[in-house]
Each structure stands twice: as structure tokens, then as C-alpha cells.
């Protein structure tokens, strides 16, 4: 091992400068390339989940570089699902039935900004306008194109992380050499996207809705959720098909947008009174869940994040797991530090069960938030789910496990909540009333179940 090994971390989104600062504090000379300018001195363009659900497993790194307290700080406690109905009731489910249990909304730049902030105070090099447009992995050189001077210049590192997102650049050149790693790919859309809208503060900066839930609108094929802002603001997002008469595709004048929310949503729009220009100004943006292996290459470069896993966001996981791959890869480090190509191995090999499972799981939670959410074998479910955990502080329904459990990994709330929600569905099917419900016997046959798991 040695502290002056050379790390580059291409993407200052959310977890490049997190990774960055991570590793610096270890003590190496880390630097962070960005291909976007500096998001603290230009204004950031609307349309790309202007805030999110930051959750348990998100914290831990946080806390780790001491940013959690300032970040917790701008955040709106969110502690259950506020459901609206199509006859405008309203129906609070909520997230956990242990007290204070509750996941964040927190805004997308101010938390970018407060990662890079701290990056840079503890030594990380941050450069703007570069955009990483090739890799050599075997010789650890990572190509650059300025876009404030249109030159290109190789960089040259001992490690290579890429944290570019999505579209990564770091994971299209290991594509490149697919032949010879047996680098495997795929990327999968759904037939929905979503359209980013707002509800603004009411006259004196109050929030229009419930300031304390994440809201949903239900809808069967499609969903409208909103998260509030710490301004009374709600970012609103829809989730819906491109095809079919009424969809995106087809919602392309002021008249049929307008007829749209008229008919679904008309409880909404009394809140928004923007809905046609936001509709019209945002882009519609794609959902897709990206798989790929290896996410190492020779030793020498690792992607962690959304460049390696990017899950739809039904889970409200993308960026805790982006989180937790951080995380996951420093306390790896920390057994061998500097030895990359174990500490490269061993990672992937910890870690890739585990964003399978939650890209899975948030592609079937898109099935609960629009649909199952207002059945009622659902609602007795979700019940009951609440009067064990109540009642049972070590019973853990599937969302708890997954969002306020770090110590469980997603593999296992997966495994273990499935069979869980199989189970209970069942109970419920059988039954008219929860209310008289033996909990203790029930709690019985969950401990039985779990045994298969543990
Ligand atoms: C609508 C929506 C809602 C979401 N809601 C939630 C939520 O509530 N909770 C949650 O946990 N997650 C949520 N997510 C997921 C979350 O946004 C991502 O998982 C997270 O941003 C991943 O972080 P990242 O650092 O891997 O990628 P990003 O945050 O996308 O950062 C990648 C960075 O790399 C830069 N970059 C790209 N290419 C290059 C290149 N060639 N060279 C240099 N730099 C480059 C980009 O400009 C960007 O700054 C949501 C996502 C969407 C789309």
C-alpha cells in the first residue's frame, strides 16, 4: 500500500464526491472530475428530481465525512404514504409503526452542493467543464476533453472510480473491451417515464398539503407522487406510460394535458396552478435499470453507483444504495488498504447480489405505489405490518427492512420480505377485519418463516 497512490474519481454527482472525500480522509490524493461546470456558481436546469428520498442507509457515509447534521438539517421528515383516493379522501400509511421512523426529502443540488463542499475542505481536487471520454484500464489512464478549451489530456491514476451515472462513460470503455472481460450489460426502460411538475408555497410560505408525507395520487396505470420542499414548495412528479391514447406520447396540447389532470387529478390542480407550463417546459424523462458485471477492470478501475447499478425510483433507494456502495467499498479497503485488485474483487463480489435485489424490488414497488396501495388485502396488510412492528420492535416488514435497516442487505430484505408479503396477503385474503387478529400467534408464524431466511 501506498498513501501516495493516485485516485480519480470521474462524476461530482452524488456519490463521486462522497467516494472522494471517503478516500481522502484514508489519506490518498484524490481527484474528482466533473463534466458539467460548477453547480455553485451556475444556475441547474429544471426536470431531474429536484429533490429525493434520503433514507438510513444514505446517512452512514454522511455521517462518516461529518456532513449528516448539516444535511439532516435542510431536510423535510416525510412518515408515511398519504394517499389520495379518486374521490379526493386522503389516507395516511405510514412508513413504520416504530416510533420516528421516517425517510427525508432533501434537495437534489443543495446536497451535491454540501458533498462537494466538504470534498474540496478536505483536499479533493475538483475539476469542472471535463468530460471523461475514454478509459485504458490496463494502464490506468483516464482521456479528458476540457469543454472550456476543447483540448484533451490523459490523466493517469491508480485507481479509476467511476461515478459517472447513468450514462457512464468509465463503464462504456470496459464495453468496449466486452471480449476480452466477458463484461456483461444490460439496460432495461420502462414503458413509463415521468414529468417533473410543482405545487408552490401557499401566500404566506405555508405548505398547500401535509408538510410530513410523501403524497400519492394512485391511479392504477399511472401515479402522481410529491415531496415537500423545506420552502412550502412540493416537487410533483407524474409516472406514466408514453403509449396509449392518454399517454405522454398523445398528452401534446394545452387541451388534452388540461382534460388529463381534469379527469385524474382534478384534487391536485386547485394546487397547481403552473401545471401547463411546467408540463410543457420539463422534459419527460426515461426510467431504466441498468446491470453490469464485472464492475471492475484489471485492478485498476471500479464503478459504483448509478454507473454501475441505476435502479428506477419506486424504492426511493437509487441514491442510498449509491450511498452504501461507498460504504461497502471503504470498510473492504480498510482490511487491506491499497492492495486494489483484492480490495476490487472483493467488492464486486459483496455487493453485486445486492443492487440486483434492490433494481428488482424497486421495479415491483412501481406496482405497488399505483396500484396495490388501494386494495384492501393491501391496506389490512400494511395494518397489520403496523401493530407487529408497534407491538414487536424486532419485526420488520419489507419496506422496513429495506429503508430503515442498513444492517440488513438488500438481498436478504428482499428474500425475506417477499416471502413475508406472500404470507401475510394470504392471512388477509381469509380474514374481513384485522381487529381481531391474534398478533402473538401471528408474530408466531413470522419467527417460523424467518428461520428459513437466517
Ligand atoms: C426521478 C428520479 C427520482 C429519484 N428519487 C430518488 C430518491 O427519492 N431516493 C434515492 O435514493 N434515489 C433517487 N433517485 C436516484 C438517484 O438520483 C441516483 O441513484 C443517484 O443520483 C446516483 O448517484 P450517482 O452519483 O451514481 O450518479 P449521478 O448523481 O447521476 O452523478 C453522475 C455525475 O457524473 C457526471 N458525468 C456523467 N458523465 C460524465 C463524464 N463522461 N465525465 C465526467 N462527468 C460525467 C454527471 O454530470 C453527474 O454529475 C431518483 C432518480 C430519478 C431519475
Known amino acids: 500500500m501506498s498513501k501516495s497512490d493516485k485516485i480519480i474519481v470521474v462524476g461530482a454527482g452524488l456519490s463521486g464526491p462522497l467516494i472522494a472525500a471517503m478516500m481522502r480522509k484514508r489519506g490518498y ?23 429525493l428520498a434520503l ?77 471523461c471520454v475514454g478509459v485504458d484500464h490496463k494502464k490506468g489512464i483516464v482521456n479528458f476533453k476540457s ?16 461515478a459517472d451515472g447513468f450514462g457512464s462513460a468509465v463503464r462504456e470503455s470496459m464495453y468496449d473491451n466486452h471480449r476480452e472481460t466477458r463484461f456483461s450489460f444490460s439496460q432495461d426502460y420502462l414503458s413509463h417515464g415521468y414529468k417533473e411538475l410543482h405545487i408552490p408555497p401557499g401566500d404566506d410560505g405555508s405548505f398547500r398539503i401535509d408538510k410530513n408525507a410523501l403524497h400519492i395520487w394512485p391511479r392504477g396505470g399511472h401515479m402522481v407522487i410529491a415531496l415537500p420542499n423545506e420552502d412550502g414548495s ?45 408540463f410543457n417546459e420539463n422534459p419527460t424523462g426515461n426510467l431504466a435499470t ?32 449509491s450511498f452504501e456502495d461507498c460504504s461497502v467499498f471503504t470498510k473492504i479497503h480498510d482490511e487491506h488498504p491499497g492492495n486494489w485488485k483484492w480490495i476490487l474483487e472483493t467488492y464486486q463480489q459483496t455487493r453485486k447480489k445486492d443492487a440486483d435485489a434492490i433494481g428488482d424490488l424497486a421495479v415491483e414497488n412501481y406496482v405497488e405505489m399505483r396500484d396495490s396501495v388501494a386494495h384492501p388485502d393491501f391496506k389490512e396488510k400494511r395494518e397489520l405490518e403496523m401493530k407487529l ?15 430503515f435497516s442498513p444492517e440488513i442487505p438488500y438481498s436478504m430484505a428482499m428474500n425475506l420480505g417477499r416471502a413475508q408479503d406472500e404470507f401475510l396477503l394470504n392471512f388477509c385474503s381469509k380474514i374481513d377485519d384485522v381487529s381481531g387478529v391474534d398478533i402473538a400467534s401471528l408474530k408466531e408464524s413470522l419467527d417460523v418463516l424467518k428461520k428459513q431466511f437466517v
Open 234 to 278: 412540493f416537487t410533483v412528479t407524474l409516472f406514466h406510460s408514453f403509449d396509449g391514447d392518454e399517454g405522454f406520447d398523445n398528452l401534446n396540447d394545452d387541451k388534452s394535458i388540461m382534460a388529463f389532470f381534469k379527469k385524474y387529478y382534478s384534487d391536485i390542480l386547485q394546487h397547481m396552478p403552473d401545471v401547463l407550463t411546467d
Open 290 to 321: 441498468v446491470k453490469c458485471y464485472p464492475w471492475q477492470s484489471n485492478g485498476r478501475s471500479i464503478l459504483i453507483g448509478d454507473s454501475a447499478h441505476a435502479v428506477v425510483p419506486f424504492y426511493g433507494q437509487g441514491m442510498n444504495c
Open 29 to 51: 490524493e484524490v481527484s474528482l472530475y466533473e463534466s458539467r461546470p460548477d453547480m455553485r456558481k451556475v444556475e441547474m436546469a429544471a426536470g431531474r428530481s429536484i429533490n
Open 147 to 162: 469543454y472550456t478549451t476543447g483540448i484533451e489530456s490523459d490523466v493517469h491514476a491508480d485507481l479509476i472510480i467511476g
Open 55 to 131: 433514507s438510513d442507509r444514505g446517512l452512514i457515509p454522511l455521517d462518516e465525512i461529518g456532513v449528516k447534521e448539516e444535511v439532516m438539517a435542510t431536510t423535510v421528515p416525510m412518515y408515511g404514504r398519504m394517499i389520495h383516493d379518486n374521490e379526493g379522501n386522503t389516507r395516511l400509511s405510514r412508513y413504520s409503526g416504530r416510533e420516528g421512523e421516517a425517510i427525508n426529502s432533501v434537495s437534489r443540488a443543495g446536497l451535491n452542493i454540501q458533498l462537494i463542499n466538504k470534498a474540496e475542505s478536505l483536499g479533493v481536487n475538483v475539476f469542472y467543464n471535463e468530460k
Open 389 to 403: 412492528e408497534a407491538t414487536y420492535p424486532d419485526y420488520k416488514s419489507k419496506y422496513s427492512m429495506v429503508t
